[in-house]
C-alpha cells in the first residue's frame, strides 16, 4: 500500500522559511507527477506545486519567486522550500502524487503570522 507521509510544517514568522518534506512508501518514479496543494481556512484547496518525474516545475502565480520543489529519488521523497512567508501562504499542505491514481498525504500545517 502506498503513503504519502508529509513533515517539516510548523508556525513562522511573516519573511521566514520552512522546507515541507513528503515521503513516498512506494517508488517516486511510479508517480507522475508529484505536486503540493494548499487549503486555507473556508478555501477550495489549490495548487502550489507541481513537478514531473523529469524534474520539470509549474507554479502557481501567487508562490512564484518564493517556492521551489525538488524531488530527491534516491530518498524517494520531494521538497517544497518556502521563502519570504506571507501570512496568506497559511494553510494545511498536502502532499499530492498521480499513479494511475490519486495519492495525498495527511497534510501538515502552515501558520505564518503577522
Known amino acids: 500500500q502506498v503513503h504519502l507521509v508529509e513533515s517539516g510544517g510548523g508556525l513562522v514568522q511573516a519573511g521566514g522559511s520552512l522546507r515541507l518534506s513528503c515521503e513516498v512508501s512506494?517508488?517516486?518514479?511510479?508517480?507522475?507527477?508529484m505536486g503540493w496543494y494548499r487549503q486555507a481556512p473556508g478555501k477550495q484547496r489549490e495548487l502550489v506545486a507541481d513537478?514531473?518525474?523529469?524534474?520539470?516545475?509549474n507554479y502557481a502565480d501567487s508562490v512564484k519567486g518564493r517556492f521551489t520543489m525538488s524531488r530527491d529519488n534516491a530518498k524517494n521523497t520531494v521538497y517544497l522550500q518556502m521563502n519570504s512567508l506571507k501570512p496568506e501562504d497559511t494553510g494545511v499542505y498536502y502532499c499530492w502524487g498521480r499513479n494511475y491514481y490519486d495519492y495525498w498525504g495527511q497534510g501538515t500545517q502552515v501558520t505564518v503570522s503577522s
Open positions: 513537478i514531473t518525474s523529469s524534474g520539470s516545475t
Open positions: 512506494g517508488n517516486i518514479f511510479s508517480f507522475n507527477p
